[in-house]
């Protein structure tokens, strides 16, 4: 796999073919590199966009990957008619599709954030984890994701931040992370989050692309000194 170089941007086909290659250990580097913390910011995604509607029917995790945000969704929304998990990387879905605790009303579909399978004003709640970085188009993705929530429903978004205080990040994203992707061959695909990370807008431009949207509710949390960001947004 060729990467664009690190100060460019990637195409949507460099990002769909790197996400493709790491299919296969995805899990056990995220388990790695977050020190086992991400299934809990996951399960803080679902916690917030359900809040207050508990009886929540038809809900989607976007850039859903190998599912473990997905599959959260199913054990905390039991009556739940449609929980579906979106992802562009046919290989990521695939790994997805093969995880043993997959139960219906979980729904798997390959499809771009940018131009989304489902009608207006349908979803009870949305959640992307680790996604945003990688959309080339933000902008557009904030307004797809408005355009499928019910009015009054929410948005989670899970990502990465620069730190405030960023010389551990900028090491740990720098050095450890690509040595950790090499022990599986991966170390050029594992050397792009340092890089994405550095182009993402910060915490305060993602609320004003989302407000530009048209999100009448706009609120942050941080955790881990400020590296980790949700972003929670209102229809």
Request: hydrophobic residues 45%; charged residues 20%.
């Amino acid at each position: 796999m060729t990467m664009a170089p690190s100060e460019l941007r990637p195409t949507p086909a460099e990002v769909r073919s790197l996400f493709d290659s790491i299919a296969n250990h995805y899990d056990h580097i995220n388990f790695v590199m977050s020190w086992g913390r991400h299934l809990a910011w996951k399960k803080m995604c679902v916690d917030w966009a359900i809040a207050g509607q508990p009886d929540a029917r038809c809900v989607v995790d976007l850039c859903c990957g190998t599912g473990d945000l997905t599959r959260l969704w199913a054990r905390h929304l039991p009556l739940a008619q449609e929980i579906w998990g979106v992802d562009f990387s046919g290989a990521m879905l695939e790994q997805a599709r093969r995880h043993p605790r997959n139960s219906p009303p979980i729904r798997w579909f390959q499809a771009d954030v940018l131009a989304l399978p489902f009608e207006d004003k349908t979803m009870d709640g949305v959640t992307m984890a680790f996604g945003l970085r990688n959309v080339v188009d933000i902008p557009r993705c904030f307004q797809e994701v408005h355009r499928i929530l019910k009015p009054g429903a929410k948005a989670v978004i899970l990502d990465l931040c620069i730190r405030a205080d960023h010389g551990f990040q900028h090491w740990y994203l720098k050095q450890v992370i690509p040595r950790l992707g090499a022990l599986f061959g991966l170390q050029d695909q594992y050397a792009y989050l340092a890089p994405s990370l550095e182009r993402f807008p910060a915490p305060q431009a993602l609320a004003h692309l989302a407000q530009g949207a048209g999100f009448t509710g706009v609120s942050h949390r941080t955790l881990e000194q400020g590296g980790i960001h949700f972003l929670i947004l209102t229809s």
